[in-house]
């Protein structure tokens, strides 16, 4: 069993900055995907980025490439989302995610057993 914290969000202007923190309790977080997904407004949950147990793989979606950068520190049980370049489009409620056995799809909700509560992140204009 793994529990999800996420931190971080909050309100920010048109091109700012935000670090997202994701906190994992249990011993095996390091064996551990770990993904980021979002859900805007009205909108469905969709994926934003994961990270391989090892940090060696990183997947992002089109969306956020080469605004966004999730990293992890197993030492802390932690992921983290650094999110540059905020647009209004951004703004959503941010969850992270745990899979215990990857299955190849990435992207996809049924891939991860567990989920965070979600961290609100607005982005005014």
């Known amino acids: 069993q793994v529990q999800l914290a996420e931190s971080g969000g909050g309100l920010v202007q048109a091109g700012g900055s935000l670090r997202l923190s994701c906190v994992a309790s249990?011993?095996?977080?390091?064996?551990?995907?770990m993904g980021w997904f979002r859900q805007p407004p009205g909108k469905e949950r969709e994926f934003v980025a994961r990270i391989s147990s090892s940090a060696l793989n990183k997947y992002y979606a089109d969306s956020v490439k080469g605004r966004f950068t999730i990293s992890r520190d197993n030492a802390k049980s932690a992921i983290y989302l650094q999110m540059n370049s905020l647009a209004p489009e951004d703004t959503a409620v941010y969850y992270c995610?745990?899979?215990?056995?990857?299955?190849?799809?990435?992207?996809?909700?049924?891939?991860?057993?567990?989920w965070g509560q979600g961290t609100q992140v607005t982005v005014s204009s």
């Open positions: 249990g011993r095996t977080f390091s064996r551990y995907g």
């Open positions: 995610a745990a899979d215990s056995v990857y299955g190849g799809r990435y992207s996809a909700e049924n891939e991860y057993d567990y």
